[in-house]
């Protein structure tokens, strides 16, 4: 799984002055971008016709071209680029994201049969440490300056996803054994994402990390990031050496009855009309399936608890998300220039916020310890307080305020995404369900980020006047605080209505 949202976060100021574009525009980028997430169906109807290497491919080719095709126009001062193009490019980059996940979900289904779902919501937490990783290339190629150059994002965001995901089709290529010990072993991969997180955090503000050569550090990081990889390769070898002492004892076992005659109780011509009247019934079956579907997805959109749970999911991870577009914006117009440190930051809280959610589901999976709608709503009430603490314009309310927001935004899009069915019957058609929840990633990046962009610059004939000081953006945190509060209030009222269903009467 990967994540490159924190592009815009770093290369918002790069991409706007080599466009000559507004903040209005950047915007819209961003929601294109987002948008092309929406069309995983694709990906998803191509996996039953296409083989997994094949899907792998396809995402690898747009993102390389998405982002790739906008690194040398920006490196090489290309001009041939319309506004209108860039957004197709910025669709592209996002929809590569849903062709790269489309082939780990089937790498993980295949692979594994006890713990699909919790091996994939440990997977997409690395995605949060994206931002950490790429800061530490970017040092580490450059050095460490004042003004870092942020087209490098671009080209990591290019090259990045290739070399890992081609790595990954060779290996994927060898037939490994299943993992019998899912159970175990989860636990044990649970100690290496925290030690991982951990080190992440300590590597970005401990002493001795931060003397040492930026090529250094990164180095050991990717050593560290590395090093599930490392264990699982292992692992693996250890289950296809027993796998192979296994299938030489069966075979040997079955040697004395391979010649045993084997006979045939149908004729090839009732096996004809076997054959032909499953046909029928199985296109009659699959006719009433759709009328079906069709028929509770208009029930699944009338539903209240899914209206109330689309808003809150836009008040809430959505907002946050714009918050972390717009890093870098909001870093420069409080007089703060150390953006990718507060981006690494961000990063590190927001893998935190994964993880931990996953930890949780984990171990209270058959436990009533709190119902996943308490759980939201918890995660929910200190986001508010953190956007209206960033009216404040110190330093220290910003990493607070930056770090509460990454944390719960992660944490709540991992809990709604893992555990829908705890808000609302969507049992039938998961996948239209969730493709139709993920549209308020777009709408709400349009609509917040609107009005962010309108406060951020006053356009007056044509002529943009930038906006500085805490007078521009403080009315943007008072309505995001607000519009966040309302999603709190939401929350609660979804747990009250999901606590009276399931209360004995």
């Known amino acids: 799984m990967i994540g490159t949202r924190f ?33 995983e169906f694709f990906a998803t109807s191509a996996s039953d016709y296409l083989p997994p290497w094949m899907i792998l491919l396809i995402g690898l080719v747009f993102g390389s071209v998405g982002y790739g095709v906008q690194y040398f126009c920006i490196t090489y001062q290309f001009t041939f680029l319309s506004f209108w193009q860039t957004l197709l490019l910025n669709f592209l980059a996002g929809n590569s994201i849903c062709w790269i996940n489309s082939y780990c979900d089937l790498v993980v289904f295949r692979v594994f049969n006890h713990t699909r779902y919790s091996i994939t919501a440990v997977t997409s937490s690395y995605s949060g440490l994206t931002g950490k990783i790429y800061t530490s290339l970017v040092e580490g190629i450059q050095g460490r300056k004042s003004s870092p150059n942020t087209r490098i994002y671009f080209l990591l965001s290019c090259l990045a996803p290739s070399v890992i995901g081609l790595f990954v089709a060779v290996l994927n290529c060898l037939e490994l054994a299943e993992f019998t010990e899912e159970t175990k072993m989860l636990p044990f991969v649970f100690v290496i994402n925290i030690a991982t997180g951990v080190y992440a955090a300590i590597e970005s503000i401990a002493q001795p990390f931060t003397q040492m050569s930026a090529q250094l550090r990164v180095v050991s990081l990717v050593l560290v990031v590395m090093l599930p990889i490392v264990v699982t390769f292992f692992m693996a070898a250890n289950q296809l050496a027993l796998s192979k002492i296994w299938d030489s004892q069966v075979i040997s076992e079955d040697s004395s009855v391979e010649n045993e005659p084997k006979t045939k109780g149908v004729s090839s011509q009732g096996l004809k009309i076997t054959i032909e009247d499953q046909k029928r019934e199985g296109n009659e079956k699959e ?3 759709i009328l079906n579907a069709g028929e509770k997805n208009y029930k699944f959109l009338k539903s209240v608890n899914f209206w109330l749970f689309y808003l809150m999911n836009i008040c809430g991870a959505t907002l946050g998300m714009v918050y972390l577009n717009n890093l870098q914006i909001i870093s420069e117009l409080k007089g703060y220039h150390e953006t990718l440190f507060l981006l690494a930051t961000s990063s590190i809280f927001g893998f935190f916020g994964r993880i931990i959610s996953v930890i949780f589901i984990w171990y209270t999976r058959e436990k009533s310890i709190i119902s996943k709608p308490a759980l939201v709503m918890l995660i929910m009430i200190p986001m508010p307080m953190a956007f209206f603490l960033l009216i404040s314009n110190s330093k220290i309310c910003l990493y607070i305020s930056t770090g509460i927001i990454a944390t719960g935004s992660a944490a709540m899009s991992t809990v709604t995404a893992s555990s829908t069915s705890d808000f609302f019957s969507s049992s039938d058609s998961v996948f239209i369900h969730e493709t139709i929840i993920s549209s308020n990633i777009p709408i709400g990046t349009l609509v917040f980020g609107y009005l962010a962009a309108l406060s951020y610059e006053k356009e007056d004939g044509g002529d943009s006047q930038m906006c500085i000081g805490l007078e521009c953006h403080q009315l943007t945190f008072v309505i995001w605080g607000s519009v966040c509060s309302m999603g709190t209030i939401i929350s609660f009222i979804l747990y009250l209505r999901k606590r009276r269903k399931h209360s004995p009467k």
């Open 287 to 289: 006719a009433e399936m």
């Open 7 to 39: 592009v815009y976060s770093a290369c918002s100021k790069l991409i706007r002055q080599h466009y000559g574009i507004s903040r209005l525009q950047l915007n819209n980028l961003i929601v294109a971008s987002e948008s092309g997430r929406l069309f």
